[in-house]
C-alpha cells in the first residue's frame, strides 16, 4: 500500500466511533491496494498478505474481492447522506451557514478517504447491478442535498444550474487522491474549503455569461 492511501476510511456523521475490528483493518489494507494498484491488479493473496493473514481467514470476513468493494463503498455512500443531512438540519433558516457545513463536512471526508476516492472513481462499474444502483442512489440523494442548499443561497439559480455547481465543488474536494503530503494537513483543508467556497458563492460572472 503506498502512503499515500494507508489513511482509514471515515465519515464523521455525528456518531460516537465504534471500535475497529480485525474485518474493518482487512478493508482498509484492501481499499488501499486497489487505489494504489487497481482491482485487477490485487489479488485476494496480496490482500491476505499486507494484512497478515491465511486465505482461510480472509474468506472468513470476505467472500472475495468483490464483496470488499460493497462492502467498502455502500457504508460510506450511507454515512455521507446522513452526515450531509445533519449538516442541512443543523441549520434550517440559513443556507450559507448549511453551506459552509456541507463544505467542512466534505473536505474533511475527502481527506480522510482519498483512498475511497479514488476506488469509486475507477471501480464502482465493476460491481453488481444491485449495489452499484444502491450506492448510485445513495450518491444521488446526497447531491441534492447539496442541491437544495446551494438553491437557496442562490435563488436566481434553477435547481439544474445549482446541481452544476454542486458537481464542480465534488470536483475540487474529491481531488484528495492527486495532492501528495508535501502541503500540511490543515492548509490542505483551508485551501479545499477556501477554493470550494468560491466556487460556490461566486455566480455573478453568469449574467454575462453567454
Do not use: C
Not at 463536512?105 to 475527502?110: R, S
Not at 444502483?133 to 440523494?141: F, G, V
Request: proline share 5%; hydrophobic share 45%; no cysteine.
Amino acid at each position: 500500500m503506498t502512503e499515500r492511501y494507508a489513511v482509514p476510511m471515515t465519515v464523521d456523521a455525528g456518531t460516537s466511533p465504534r471500535r475497529r475490528s480485525r474485518r474493518d483493518e482487512i478493508l482498509e489494507i484492501a481499499v488501499g491496494l486497489f487505489a494504489a494498484r487497481g482491482y485487477h491488479g490485487v489479488s485476494m493473496d496480496d490482500i491476505g498478505a499486507a494484512a497478515g493473514v491465511t486465505g482461510p481467514a480472509l474468506y472468513h470476513h470476505f467472500a472475495g474481492k468483490e464483496a470488499m468493494l460493497v462492502a467498502a463503498l455502500i457504508p460510506v455512500s450511507e454515512r455521507l447522506l446522513a452526515g450531509g443531512r445533519e449538516r442541512v438540519a443543523a441549520h434550517p433558516d440559513n443556507p450559507d451557514h448549511a453551506l459552509a457545513a456541507l463544505v467542512d463536512f466534505h473536505v474533511e471526508f475527502a481527506l480522510d478517504n482519498p483512498a475511497v476516492i479514488a476506488m469509486h472513481l475507477h471501480e464502482l462499474d465493476r460491481l453488481p447491478d444491485e449495489p452499484r444502483r444502491q450506492i448510485r442512489r445513495l450518491q444521488r440523494l446526497y447531491v441534492e442535498e447539496w442541491v437544495s442548499v446551494v438553491s437557496a443561497v442562490h435563488a436566481d439559480l434553477t435547481r439544474e444550474e445549482a446541481r452544476v455547481l454542486a458537481h464542480a465543488a465534488f470536483g475540487l474536494m474529491n481531488s484528495t487522491p492527486f495532492i501528495g503530503p508535501e502541503v500540511e494537513r490543515g492548509r490542505r483543508a483551508a485551501l479545499l474549503r477556501t477554493a470550494t467556497s468560491a466556487a460556490l458563492k461566486t455566480t455573478h460572472v453568469l449574467s454575462t455569461a453567454g
